[in-house]
């Protein structure tokens, strides 16, 4: 095995340039986290689980650390403990406590046929969540004695990590000399009854991809612009039902950037866009939702714009004045702007990982992926999306003891006649 780059004592990362929002986030009841999971066919065995993460863990530098204290910054420095799995528990995502689980910025969990990963998006985003592990699970059926390649979502654990993979792309790409400024509204959030503090309601919902992406294409639209047209339709009809003052609904969209400028980072590299409609214009069709989220969506995501976008969040760290200011009072202006304005601009948000590419040897081991964003704040319910063997899996997480927004969302869905499979941990 070839040696590998964290192997040597004093490996550290400065934060990319959106993980270094997140420490200051980070409160008893809330953290920026995400849940990627496969269910494979068979019983987890644990031995052979914790013994495939200990292997893997060399491959993934920047995922085997925890994180210090500078004077002015954050920063990420290689952790000389092992991280353990855990026996899964009811309340995934919760908060992240930087000195528990062995001071590392993850947790594999198993249960019956599951294996899980909650993590802090300090370390990366959603596609790099999916490559640990699809890693961590082609590693654990290989020491079972399955004969599983490198390919895809898979990496092979006898390489090291590249430059690239540990570049922060942000930094390398944010070239752009023209001015952003965001114009955002408060906006519509569907309220109920809140759960208990660290605990989530959780609501899948498993669809037949060929048949999606089939309506979808008839409509003219991606599979994600067509969820994020559903989801609008069932906010906007539930803010009339309700027959008070009406705003704006806005749905955030995580977009992974790789594509667009050829990035192989393990770290974050994602930016969010938003599509919005405002309800006192008038009651939307289907179809022109699916029109608007289309256009706004389409105009934003191209290479110009988006540089523009993430040039604009890079103001902030190369601000002199900032940077020259003490750890301790950035992190009391992150928390205090997060206080306020938390969630305030999105009524949900709609994550969608695409298709999990995983070699074909790995495929007839696994049942589905399932893809979970944390429980938010204000957002009622926010959903993960992930495909994989033709199964598009659908996952809300909710903080609300109602279900009504699920409900109308997969019933959207039956209606058109696309088949939808319930699991949920409600009672």
Known sequence: MKKKINSKKGFWLKLDNAAKIFPGQNTSTWSNSFRVCYELKEKIDPRILQQALIDIMPRFSCYDVRIRYGFFWFYLEKNEDIPE????????????????????????????????????????????????????????????????????????????????????????????????????????????????????????????????????????????????????????????REK??????????????????????????????????????GEYTFDELLEQVKYQLRLEKNEKEVNMMITANMGLERNILVRALPLFIKNIGVGISFAITAEQTTSSLITNLGAVDIPPEMREHIDKFIFMPAPGKLNAARLGVATVNNKLCITFANIYKESDVERDFFTAFIKMGIPVKIESNRE
């Not at 961590?136 to 059926?141: C, F, I, P, T």
């Open 244 to 281: 008070k003052k009406m705003k704006e609904v806005s749905i955030q969209i995580p977009i992974d950037l790789r594509r667009t400028f050829d990035s192989r980072t393990l770290r974050n590299f994602t930016i969010c866009l938003r599509v919005k409609v405002d309800p006192n214009k």
């Open 85 to 240: 799995i855990q026996p899964d528990i009811k309340n995934p995502c919760h908060a992240i406590r930087f000195n528990e689980n062995n001071k590392f910025l993850f947790k594999v969990y198993y249960h019956g046929n599951r294996i899980a990963v909650d993590v802090y998006h300090v370390l990366t985003d959603g596609h790099g969540g999916a490559l640990f592990l699809s890693t961590l699970v082609a590693r654990y059926l290989k020491l079972l004695g399955k004969d599983i390649p490198a390919g895809g979502f898979v990496l092979d654990i006898n390489d090291e990590n590249t430059p690239e993979e540990l570049e922060d792309s942000f930094v390398k790409n944010a070239t752009s000399k023209a001015k952003f400024k965001r114009a955002d509204k408060f906006v519509y959030h569907a309220k109920g009854t809140k759960m208990p503090l660290h605990t989530v309601n959780i609501t899948s919902g498993i669809i037949p991809f060929d048949k999606l992406h089939a309506l979808s294409k008839e409509k003219g639209v991606t599979v994600t612009e067509f969820l994020a047209a559903v989801m609008l339709d069932v906010l906007c009809k539930k803010q009339r």
